[in-house]
């Protein structure tokens, strides 16, 4: 079965879509980084030179031996939480199309009963 030149300018027109919504998506990301990083800095300059409870707080970290660990131990938890959101909006985001595309090649397909963001249905635990 061949598909229309019209069918396969909306596919085009999708996907291109998609990709710009998720550069923009992504831009967006990196710019509140950016704008977090910026307003740390100006805090840091604020301070810099006065006593205040932040003296308090870097002797702590510096004098302590396993507030490395404990730093790296909560960025990595907030990495690991941020991939597992992501990995399930994508999920959620292409589960409509996949499905459409497995119903065009196989129209008595079943579905396997995850929910849209690809976790274990709960009536099934």
Do not use: C
């Not at 404990?70 to 999920?91: D, E, K």
């Amino acid at each position: 079965m061949e598909k229309t030149d019209k069918a396969k300018e909306s596919d085009h027109t999708f996907l291109i879509t998609t990709r710009i919504f998720d550069l923009l998506s992504q831009a967006i990301a990196v710019g509140l980084y950016l704008g977090l990083g910026w307003i740390g800095l100006q805090a840091i300059e604020a301070l810099a030179g006065k006593t205040t409870v932040t003296n308090f707080l870097v002797n702590f970290l510096m004098g302590w031996d396993t507030s490395l660990e404990w730093i790296l131990f909560v960025v990595a938890l907030l990495y690991a939480t941020g991939q597992q959101r992501l990995r399930r909006r994508t999920t959620r985001l292409l589960e409509r199309r996949i499905r459409e595309l497995e119903t065009r090649i196989d129209p008595d397909r079943k579905s396997s009963g995850l929910l849209s963001t690809g976790e274990t249905n709960p009536r099934d635990l």
